[in-house]
């Protein structure tokens, strides 16, 4: 069961226990000292980030920036590693942006349907040769490498030459690597990770199937 008491740390605690004035003083410390921190900040730079962990999200998190990016007139590039036998629902809901979006699913499905470790490790391969196009070319602001990371786990590509890609690219362009299983080196070498942490899901609680606009 979990917890959801606020804490004594809380807004709602924070709330609770001060008169309005208080609140409104110690609010706006907190401003003063925010506004110190991010005036602190000027320096800007190209990010490597990742999703790993084993909650689910990291894919559907990466998609925000690829829609935020797009927002900003930014040209993107998706190269999906182990999705590609079925037509992803997010390739059709990028449509709008298809003169900024270059949109690659290349594998065959999950490693489970495919059973070709061979076959598998070569469109590993190809895939991320096409990704390295875009990761290296100036005029891509984000690339989305979808999965690779499970890629990476099962041996289909090495830590060695992902990172080696990695340092090719421009200094102000930003690359996120999802998928479970990412590589020690790898976070180590990354700017963002976030770990997705899995608490509960209706497949293994409650034997629910993947739903369309949930899963895919």
Not at 78 to 106: D, R, T, Y
Not at 124 to 135: C, D, E, R, S
Not at 196 to 204: G, Y
Request: proline content about 3%.
């Amino acid at each position: 069961m979990i917890d959801r008491t606020p804490s004594s740390s809380g807004t709602d605690a924070i709330g609770s226990s001060l008169t309005t004035e208080q609140y409104q003083q110690k609010m706006q410390r907190r401003k003063e000292v925010q506004e110190q921190r991010l005036a602190g900040m000027t320096a800007e730079k190209g990010l490597v980030i990742v999703h790993t962990g084993n909650g689910k999200g990291k894919t559907t998190a990466a998609l925000g920036m690829v829609l935020r990016s797009l927002g900003h007139g930014h040209r993107v590039a998706i190269v999906q590693f182990i999705k590609g036998a079925w037509e992803p629902a997010e390739k059709a809901a990028f449509n709008p942006w298809s003169e900024q979006l270059e949109f690659h699913a290349m594998g065959e499905g999950f490693t489970w349907e495919t059973q070709d470790r061979e076959r598998d490790a070569q469109l590993a391969q190809t895939a991320w040769h096409k990704a390295l196009t875009y990761i290296t070319n100036p005029e891509f602001k984000l690339t989305l490498l979808d999965e690779v990371n499970v890629a990476l786990k099962l041996g289909y590509l090495q830590v060695e030459q992902v990172l080696a890609g990695l340092e090719q690219k421009p200094s102000d362009s930003h690359v996120i690597l999802t998928g479970r299983g990412a590589p020690q080196a790898l976070i180590e070498c990354a700017d963002l990770v976030t770990e997705m942490t899995l608490v509960k899901h209706p497949f293994r609680e409650q034997g629910v199937k993947a739903q369309a606009g949930i899963e895919f």
